[in-house]
């Protein structure tokens, strides 16, 4: 199995919600994302997300949105995104990793040659947000080819036709997008929810994890009575932009750590250091 499935086999084995995090490659600063990565896993991420920075992050709210601007701002690339996958494996980080992003960056690099070389840097997967599956048929093949898969995304608006059509191409996971909206740390999470993810549910046997919105671990443990994951991104950029300069990794592994539900000293003492 690889290693996206084999995460969620586990979960489901630990009959235990997962949980995936996100964090923009480069923020807030390129040279501190690899240990950031291992502190999440640290933490208690069973898989992590690293945004490829762009100019136009259309689906992301204004938290995600500053990270994307200031990781541009330092010359994060493409490219740049490989060299942290890169570093990451080379510190022994296990879990799997998913590129997040936009079409264009990977239509400019060029897909045979981007999906090539994330697999060669250590990605598991890719998550491309304004890409149609429809439209996707040459990255789809691309990944595959290099045994990646292609994740896609459902909203609370597709119908159950749209579903089925989108379950049929999808691999690894379905990411369900649990408002009609942008992402961002939110209070509450809509009521329609448990219903939407019963739709998606009913149409694949694939795992089901829910983003856009997560900030709790009262989150956590509501979504998980429906989902097999939960993915959180913009509350753990509000934790890196207020943390104190140098306290930036011991404050995303504890917050992880509450996330996942796990005692501080549990995160505390994995047998590799973050900061190494």
């Not at 080819?145 to 691999?171: F, K, M, Y």
Request: overall charge negative.
């Amino acid at each position: 199995m690889g290693r996206i499935t084999d995460a969620f086999h586990r979960m489901k084995t630990e009959g235990r919600t997962g949980l995936v995090t996100y964090l923009t490659a480069g923020f807030p600063h390129p040279d501190l994302t690899p240990a950031l990565v291992a502190a999440m896993e640290e933490g208690g991420a069973d898989l992590i997300e690293l945004g490829i920075p762009f100019s136009d992050p259309l689906a992301d709210g204004t938290t995600i949105q500053r990270a994307n601007f200031a990781a541009l701002r330092q010359g994060v690339t493409p490219w740049t995104c490989l060299e942290v996958v890169r570093e990451v494996r080379r510190r022994g980080v296990q879990a799997p990793l998913l590129l997040m992003g936009y079409y264009n960056p990977v239509l400019a690099y060029g897909q045979e040659d981007f999906c090539r070389d994330a697999a060669a840097a250590g990605v598991d997967g890719l998550i491309i947000v304004d890409l149609p599956p429809e439209e996707g048929d040459d990255l789809r093949r691309a990944a595959g080819a290099h045994g990646l898969d292609l994740i896609c995304l459902v909203a609370p608006t597709s119908t159950d036709d749209r579903i089925a059509r989108l379950v049929e191409l999808a691999s690894g996971f379905i990411y369900c997008v649990s408002v009609a909206g942008v992402t961002g740390a939110r209070q509450e999470l809509p009521p329609t929810l448990p219903a939407f993810l019963e739709r998606v549910r009913s149409r694949t046997h694939l795992p089901l994890a829910v983003g856009f919105g997560i900030a709790s671990r009262r989150q956590v443990e509501q979504v998980g009575a429906a989902a097999d994951a939960v993915v959180v991104g913009s509350a753990l950029i509000d934790v890196l932009e207020r943390a104190p300069h140098g306290q930036e990794v011991q404050q995303v592994r504890q917050f992880v750590a509450e996330l996942a539900g796990r005692p501080a000293e549990a995160s505390r003492a994995t047998g590799r250091s973050a900061e190494d």
